[in-house]
């Protein structure tokens, strides 16, 4: 168990993890959840990847978290006849539906989003190629766009296209999605990412098609589009997490709005008491670098000064160089952004009327702890639930979330702050738990005689949501309690 960094490293898979050793190392370096991204690879590829970080979990006594991020609609031009071109400044280029999937020229090239030519008006503009193609629509006829180059230079095959200022119409959840989702069941993911959320339906739907797959996974909502930003308070309501997707987002909405919106959807996910990973390009020059640059330094750790539960590394561990140096620097980064007073501190929910039991405990629980001497909170939970309320508020004090169910163990793993601890308290009498708990702790080395700490449990072991005392106990004066 790695009980030093609060925050979280969600780490996506491909190429450059599929070697059991860098797999391991990343595991004792302390990544906390693994993505597994939809758009590339094919579902063996997946499996495959799955068995070797359950592998390398049991190896080293962990419990690593599973996303399945689905592709979403990514809407794509087509394909050229020779591979590329190259656009000029200035010149005339069409994107025509109707074109063969690999007919395009120096003039055309096709699309396989039909209703492009719906969602576009004359002046509109199109970015190709997360932004490196700027086109500015001029009208549409039939099937065909036409539009003049306003950013040229190289152009290959299927890059994607994004509208300035969003408002492009396809559906959150295509057709391999809801396959995907079905294998997302089938792996036993714990959390599922929906692409291209545009508001809070689209958050049920895939909910409900986990649900009928069989599945209890959390969803993550990745905010890339114009349109989540507008339904930012729904989605964040309708979501167990969220993930600030800077890459399509950015190019939505442009470069230089992104901090902003960053800031404000990790301050209205804590609000809400609802996760949030903060994604794309974090460590980007460590695709190939040793080292990161300053600049993507100072991005991690201002995510973490901001209040982000997770950070999240895409191609620089699924197709790096590095995998397991760019974790190393990561983690690195993350506490020493912890030792700032900015995270140790918390006003959270302070003038607010709680809604549950438990959300009363873990935010009476947390005040006591950062006033008073303690050296960890152990919360004895089925659904990990008071954890993730207690994760919420600010603090250097260490969260044991003490669960005998798997599912939650892994869940806990992205929640800040938290540290799942495996262990089943239905199997000793009720009298006894808080004594036998902490011993479990002491024998992991975790805490010694005279620790202060903080336990909260429910009257009931084995019953979700019935969290409803808080009680400070002395390491070596525990005795047992009467029912």
């Known amino acids: 168990m790695i009980a030093k960094r609060r925050t979280k490293i969600v780490v996506s898979l491909g190429p450059s993890t599929d070697r059991a050793k860098a797999m391991s190392a990343m595991v004792e370096q302390g990544i906390d959840v693994v993505r597994l991204n939809m758009s ?6 997946h499996r495959r990847r799955v068995e070797l970080v359950r592998d390398a979990a049991e190896k080293h006594g962990r419990s690593i978290g599973l996303l399945v991020d689905l592709q979403g609609p990514k809407i794509r031009i087509g394909e050229f006849v020779n591979g590329k071109i190259q656009l000029r400044n200035g010149k005339n280029f069409s994107i025509d539906s109707a074109l063969g999937e690999r007919e395009g020229n120096e003039q055309v090239v096709g699309t396989s989003y039909t ?5 576009v008006n004359s002046g509109d503009r199109l970015l190709l190629d997360d932004g490196n193609i700027v086109l500015e629509v001029k009208k549409v006829e039939g099937t065909t766009i036409l539009t003049r180059v306003i950013v040229g230079g190289e ?13 492009l119409s396809a559906e959150a959840l295509t ?24 508001h809070g339906a689209d958050v049920e739907t895939a909910r409900m098609l986990l649900r009928a797959a069989g599945s209890d996974a959390h969803v993550i909502s990745k905010i890339e589009r114009r349109e989540a ?8 309501t309708a ?38 990973i903060t994604a794309t390009q974090m460590m980007q020059s460590m695709v190939s670098s040793p080292q990161p640059t300053r600049a993507e330094v100072s991005d991690v750790a201002n995510a973490v000064l901001d209040g982000t539960d997770a950070v999240m590394l895409s191609a620089e561990s699924a197709v790096g160089r590095h995998p397991v ?3 190393a620097a990561l983690n690195r980064i993350c506490l020493a952004a912890e030792r700032h007073r900015k995270v140790l501190v918390s006003g959270h929910r302070m003038e607010s009327r709680f809604d549950s039991a438990e959300e009363t405990i873990a935010m009476a629980t947390m005040y006591t702890a950062n006033h008073y001497n303690v050296v960890g909170i152990l919360t004895l939970t089925e659904s990990g639930t008071t954890a993730k309320l207690m994760s919420r508020i600010s603090s250097g004090i260490p969260i044991y979330g003490v669960t005998r169910n798997e599912e939650t163990q892994r869940r806990m793993s992205l929640y800040r702050g938290v540290y799942p601890l495996a262990y089943d308290a239905t199997e000793v009498p009720r009298g006894d738990v808080n004594r036998a708990v902490i011993a479990e702790l002491e024998s992991r080395g975790l805490v010694k005689d005279g620790d202060r700490l903080i336990i909260t449990k429910g009257d009931l072991s084995g019953v979700e949501g019935g969290t409803n005392s808080m009680k400070i106990v002395k390491v070596g004066d525990v005795v047992g309690e009467r029912d």
């Open 175 to 198: 057709e391999k999605d809801h396959e995907d989702i079905r294998f997302a069941a089938e792996i036993g993911a714990d959390y599922l990412g929906v692409s291209f959320v545009r």
């Open 40 to 45: 590339h690879g094919s579902q063996d590829d």
């Open 325 to 327: 140096k760019v974790v």
């Open 229 to 236: 930003i507008d339904n930012m308070i729904e989605i964040v």
């Open 239 to 276: 979501s167990d997490a969220i993930m600030v997707a800077r890459g399509d987002l950015g190019v939505e909405i442009g470069d230089a709005e992104v901090p902003a919106v960053q800031k404000s959807l990790i301050s209205e996910a804590r609000n809400q008491n609802t996760i949030v």
């Open 115 to 119: 209703s492009l030519v719906d969602d």
């Open 155 to 167: 152009l290959s095959n299927s890059k994607g296209i994004n509208k300035l200022g969003g408002g």
